[in-house]
Structure formats: structure tokens, C-alpha cells
């Protein structure tokens, strides 16, 4: 008595263990892309937040600098004196933060600008150039403003 052939439909244990392995090493390979690409615009935002806050405060260094009478720098302290007017800029940690007394009341604003070595002040030949480096081992980006400044401005050690 002879039987007929069966076929079976399905798939053996071999076939759906190579499925499973196959689908795990795509699923592995496209977690730690998508891990890439998050870090990627983390650092990016982070980059971007701190080139906002860079020249947010380099507009305010740049106005307040043309009419200044006096600045001074004390380490991590930026002072500018311009009429009865007072603004200084303290780095903290990981930011500026500036507070001003002047005919308008009190004003205090925070700079994100990630960790800086102390500030750096010279004047010369009637330009004010002010430097806040990237300490080494640090990441982030340079900041250098070179200001046309009145002639009566006065350097305080």
C-alpha cells in the first residue's frame, strides 16, 4: 500500500530561528543608529542654544561698550561703567549672567554659554577687545568681540 505525499505547509525550526537572529541584528543595528542620531541633535541644540546666548550677550557687551567711561575685569567679573549706569557680567559654571542698574531699574539676565576660562580685556589704539576661551578639554565655541570704543574708555585693574 503506498501512501501519497503530504505536503506540509509552515516553516521548519531552522527557517524561524534564522528569521528571529536575522530580525535581531537589524533591530540591534537600527537602535544604535537612532541612539547616533539623538546624541547628534542633542549636541546640535546644545550648539545652537549656546550660539543664541553667545550673541544675545555679544549685542549687549557691544552696546554697552561704545559708551562706556570705565570697565574692569576681576577674574570671572565683567564691569562696565557708562554715565550712572552699571552693568556686570559674572561666569558661573556653565553660563553668564549679567545684572544692570540703570535708569531703568534693575535687569538680570542669564547667558547660556557653557564653561569659560575668566574673562580677557584689553584696549588698544581706541579698540576694546574682550575674550572668553574654552577652557582645554572643553567643548564648545570661541568668543571674541572687538569694539570701536569712545576715547575717554578707562581700563580698571
Given at each position: 500500500?503506498?501512501?501519497?505525499?503530504?505536503?506540509?505547509?509552515?516553516?521548519?525550526?531552522?527557517?524561524?530561528?534564522?528569521?528571529?537572529?536575522?530580525?535581531?541584528?537589524?533591530?540591534?543595528?537600527?537602535?544604535?543608529?537612532?541612539?547616533?542620531?539623538?546624541?547628534?541633535?542633542?549636541?546640535?541644540?546644545?550648539?545652537?542654544?549656546?550660539?543664541?546666548?553667545?550673541?544675545?550677550?555679544?549685542?549687549?557687551?557691544r552696546?554697552?561698550?561704545?559708551?562706556?567711561?570705565?570697565?574692569s575685569?576681576?577674574?570671572?567679573?565683567?564691569?562696565?561703567?557708562?554715565?550712572?549706569a552699571?552693568?556686570?557680567?559674572?561666569?558661573?559654571?556653565?553660563?553668564?549672567?549679567?545684572?544692570?542698574?540703570?535708569?531703568?531699574?534693575?535687569?538680570?539676565?542669564?547667558?547660556?554659554?557653557?564653561?569659560?576660562?575668566?574673562?580677557?580685556?584689553?584696549?588698544?589704539?581706541?579698540?576694546?577687545?574682550?575674550?572668553?576661551?574654552?577652557?582645554?578639554?572643553?567643548?564648545?565655541?570661541?568668543?571674541?568681540?572687538?569694539?570701536?570704543?569712545?576715547?575717554?574708555?578707562?581700563?580698571?585693574?
Open positions: 500500500m503506498t501512501h501519497p505525499i503530504r505536503h506540509q505547509r509552515g516553516f521548519t525550526l531552522i527557517e524561524l530561528v534564522g528569521v528571529i537572529v536575522i530580525t535581531s541584528a537589524l533591530m540591534l543595528v537600527a537602535v544604535s543608529l537612532l541612539h547616533s542620531v539623538l546624541s547628534w541633535n542633542r549636541n546640535a541644540t546644545a550648539a545652537a542654544t549656546q550660539a543664541g546666548s553667545l550673541d544675545r550677550m555679544e549685542q549687549q557687551l552696546s554697552r561698550l561704545r559708551n562706556a567711561s570705565s570697565a575685569v576681576d577674574g570671572r567679573v565683567f564691569t562696565i561703567q557708562s554715565g550712572g552699571r552693568a556686570q557680567w559674572t561666569l558661573t559654571d556653565d553660563r553668564c549672567e549679567m545684572e544692570t542698574d540703570g535708569d531703568d531699574g534693575p535687569r538680570y539676565e542669564k547667558y547660556n554659554i557653557g564653561p569659560r576660562d575668566p574673562w580677557k580685556l584689553s584696549l588698544q589704539d581706541g579698540l576694546a577687545e574682550i575674550e572668553l576661551a574654552v577652557p582645554e578639554g572643553k567643548r564648545g565655541l570661541p568668543f571674541r568681540l572687538v569694539v570701536v570704543s569712545n576715547n575717554s574708555l578707562e581700563v580698571l585693574e
